[in-house]
T-cell receptor, first 116, second 114 residues
Framework: QKEVEQNSGPLSVPEGAIASLNCTYSDRGSQSFFWYRQYSGKSPELIMFIYSNGDKEDGRFTAQLNKASQYVSLLIRDSQPSDSATYLCAVNLRPLSGAGSYQLTFGKGTKLSVIP | DTAVSQTPKYLVTQMGNDKSIKCEQN?????MYWYKQDSKKFLKIMFS???????INETVPNRFSPKSPDKAHLNLHINSLELGDSAVYFC?????????????FGSGTQLSVL
């Protein structure tokens, strides 16, 4: 069973702190990794993706990938109340056949609350 | 100027009824999907179509039948609705380039079966 695991939370952090969200995956053949943000009642929105070991930074967001440990994380610096949302980790598994069969497998999401 | 649009946004219906959800994307993508998100926020793929052909068909009751008249449209028809079908259904399309698959979601259809 190919799985993506996340701590469901809720994770509460004070405004201005660093929020750390974690994700592990079971398929060693996974190729790329995504973080989606989903506000309550809204659709998921892509905020970061990473496919090489190491860190990738975009503004206040840093994605970290360790393929040996099958671990990907998202750090949010200077957390704001507007960052309060559910964060979904997604993994691009190896396709069964052909480019059209690529799919993303999602974790169950971590709910983040940033307390003013 | 919505990229992936789905209708209706809300759908309230009785058990046993048949209903449809429509989806259209204007991004020029070849691949479209239906995802189901349950009350615990678990987002699970149901179907994937590539250029009107069914590519992925996860373990979904055959009461659910997707239809893709062209690569810009993917509709979902559900027969004999059950209480357990209540969820938010998201349509999505994808762009695949350089080994990276990016999903773009519609705004979702909240289905409530009474």
């Amino acid at each position: 069973q190919k799985e993506v695991e996340q701590n469901s939370g809720p994770l509460s952090v004070p405004e201005g702190a660093i929020a750390s969200l974690n994700c592990t995956y079971s398929d060693r053949g996974s190729q790329s990794f995504f973080w989606y943000r989903q506000y309550s009642g809204k659709s998921p929105e892509l905020i970061m993706f990473i496919y090489s070991n190491g860190d990738k930074e975009d503004g206040r967001f840093t994605a970290q990938l360790n393929k040996a440990s099958q671990y990907v994380s998202l750090l949010i610096r200077d957390s704001q109340p507007s960052d309060s949302a559910t964060y979904l980790c997604a993994v691009n598994l190896r396709p069964l056949s052909g480019a059209g069969s690529y799919q993303l497998t999602f974790g169950k999401g971590t709910k983040l609350s940033v307390i003013p | 100027d919505t990229a992936v649009s789905q209708t209706p946004k809300y759908l309230v219906t009785q058990m046993g009824n048949d209903k449809s959800i429509k989806c259209e994307q204007n991004l020029g993508h070849d691949t479209m999907y239906w995802y189901k998100q349950d009350s615990k926020k678990f987002l699970k793929i149901m179907f994937s179509y590539n250029n009107k052909e069914l590519i992925i068909n996860e373990t979904v009751p055959n009461r659910f039948s997707p239809k893709s008249p062209d690569k810009a449209h993917l509709n979902l028809h559900i027969n004999s609705l059950e209480l357990g079908d209540s969820a938010v259904y998201f349509c999505a399309s994808s762009h695949f380039k350089g080994g990276i698959l990016k999903l773009f979601f519609g705004s979702g259809t909240q289905l409530s079966v009474l």
